[in-house]
């Protein structure tokens, strides 16, 4: 059994009941972390979940409600201590940003003691990789979530501001699961939704609900946990589920997760 946990499922808004996006994936004796918004280095803590356990480390994109955590796991991992390298995989345009943010928090490698192996997404052919021996393949697909940040702040850009769905199948079980992280609108996720999808982990902050019902409605989703609210949208959860329960199939099963929560698939 693979098994989810929400470290944080607030949205880009600081809230004072929850926190920043972060889910730890296990599964087979692997744990790895979909997007480091803090305090996912407290939240691992508190779950009696080792620095030296993670796998690899997953980021969708840029914004810090996904990322800020980072340097605390680095940090945590060193004094911790961890040996092997951290595999972080991510857009390549955050790479030297990170690197230089490592290095002006005083974590450079030669300090931690292990390196932090940079992937970048755009380096794989089809932006689709195969870990743990074989077995899970990693890919991502864009969203338009960065598109209105790219026109506001630099649009000739065309290679920054990339934000990405990773989707995670597992070849020999042909099992998959979507994490949307952030989008632009429901419709970014129509070229992943092409084949059954076990689990769609989906954002629920830049649409409204009823957008993504309708849009769901139809897609060969068996169940969905809804994450990263808005505090609008937090405070309607249960009136939210009630009407997903209306608008999709009896068959797709649909949740709100909270801090902490564990979901096994
Ligand atoms: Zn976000």
């Known amino acids: 059994m693979d098994a989810l ?37 407290q939240r691992l803590k508190a779950m009696g979940v080792p620095f ?5 480390i997953f980021i969708s994109h840029g914004h810090s ?16 201590p961890r040996r092997r390298p951290l595999p972080l995989y991510l857009p390549a345009e955050l790479i030297n940003p ?19 192996e940079y992937h970048p997404w755009e380096s794989f ?17 864009s969203s338009t979530h960065l598109d209105g940040q790219r026109e506001k702040i630099d649009p000739s850009a065309a290679d920054r501001f990339l934000a990405y769905s990773i989707v995670y199948d597992w070849l020999h079980a042909g099992k998959r699961l979507i ?7 429901p419709e970014d996720l129509v070229p992943v939704l092409d084949r059954p999808c076990d689990l769609l982990i989906c954002e629920l902050a830049h649409f409204e609900p009823e957008e993504l019902f309708v849009f769901l409605a139809d897609k060969p989703v068996r169940r969905v ?17 009630e009407l997903g329960r209306e608008m999709l199939p009896k068959t797709m099963g649909i949740m709100a997760m909270a801090d902490g929560e564990r979901v096994e698939f």
């Open 5 to 41: 946990t929400f470290l944080g499922t607030g949205g880009g808004i600081p809230m004072t009941d929850r926190v920043h996006s972060s889910i730890l994936l296990e599964s087979g004796g692997r744990r790895w972390l979909l997007d480091a918004g803090e305090p996912c280095s």
């Open 52 to 56: 030296a356990s993670l796998d690899a």
């Open 65 to 80: 409600d996904h990322l800020s955590g980072l340097p605390m796991i680095i940090q945590g991992a060193w004094l911790e």
């Open 98 to 116: 990170i690197r230089t943010w490592l290095e002006a928090v005083y974590l450079p490698e030669k300090l931690v003691g292990f390196a932090v």
């Open 125 to 141: 052919p089809g932006r689709a990789v195969t870990i743990d021996e074989g077995q899970l393949r990693v890919s991502v697909n």
């Open 179 to 185: 994490y949307s992280a952030d989008l632009g609108r």
């Open 225 to 241: 946990c809804l994450t990263h609210f808005t505090a609008e949208f937090a405070a309607r959860l249960e009136e939210i589920c």
